[in-house]
């Protein structure tokens, strides 16, 4: 992990919807981090949808890639229970690719939508939890 600095990904709730920032790179422990950041959403056992704010993010690597799609598996039932959606924030092509690879990898066991702003995406959000 960095020492001192900040974390590249925060957690944070807009009104009812979970918004996660990814900014720069991580490192694999703050990777790991981040999935247990994603396994508390799932233990509070409460419906709910997330933007993934990856518009300053770098790519992941191959074992991250890795990593989180034996995550999404692992995760499978209770992520089909309580996220209504994902809304991805991207606008980096490269990016995009390794949500493509992750994807490909494990598909998403929720709907899921890809925008290159935040407002839309946290739009879609509220209307996925309206509509489920």
Known sequence: ???GGAMPYSFHTDDVVKVVELVGARDDAEFRAYLRENEA???RRERYALVV???QAATIDSAQ???QAEWMLQHDR???TFCVGIAFVITNPLVRGALTAIRWLS???MPTTVTDRREPAVA???ARLSSS
Do not use: F, H, T, Y
């Open 41 to 43: 959403l799932l233990a």
């Open 107 to 109: 598909p998403m066991p």
């Open 65 to 67: 890639r890795k990593l």
């Open 53 to 55: 704010d990856a518009s």
């Open 124 to 126: 879609w959000c509220r």
């Open 1 to 3: 992990m960095r020492g």
């Open 78 to 80: 209770e992520l089909r």
